[in-house]
């Protein structure tokens, strides 16, 4: 759970998940797979141990089918666009060979795929305005108390 502009958002990570997340004062996210999810830390499975204040963002992959559908088509169509067009036109004894349209075609179709996959990464992060929060939902364990 993080807060945003006063508002609670709420994200669903469960232990055994890769988390990509970034360190304050290091420039790239690094990977791990969570093992257990504290009030106040995250225990990863290389055996390193994060604080929630130690972490400046968190990078979160999850797009829907569709949008990974989208996304591989357009990729795929850009680059077989231009290969077949070219194989055509080879075929056919056409001048010139590779067809400057079909290449701004082909890598227009390419880019909107890799904008696409940009679109369903969600960057979160962390900062004065932004608080980061652990919640125990052990629904079974919620009426004992602990001594």
Known sequence: MYTRFGKLKTIEIYNGEVLEYKLKG????RLNRIVNL???FIVFS????IKLNQLKAICIRKSNFLMKQFQQVFILGGGLFFL???TNNFLNDRQPIIDQKAAFIGAGLITTGFLIKQIGIRRIRINHTKSL???N???QNLSEKKE
Do not use: G, M, P
């Open 84 to 86: 077949f067009n070219t």
């Open 137 to 139: 939902l052990d629904y």
């Open 133 to 135: 929060k652990i919640v």
């Open 38 to 40: 504290q009030d106040s």
């Open 26 to 29: 290091d420039y790239n996210y």
């Open 46 to 49: 290389n055996d390193t141990i």
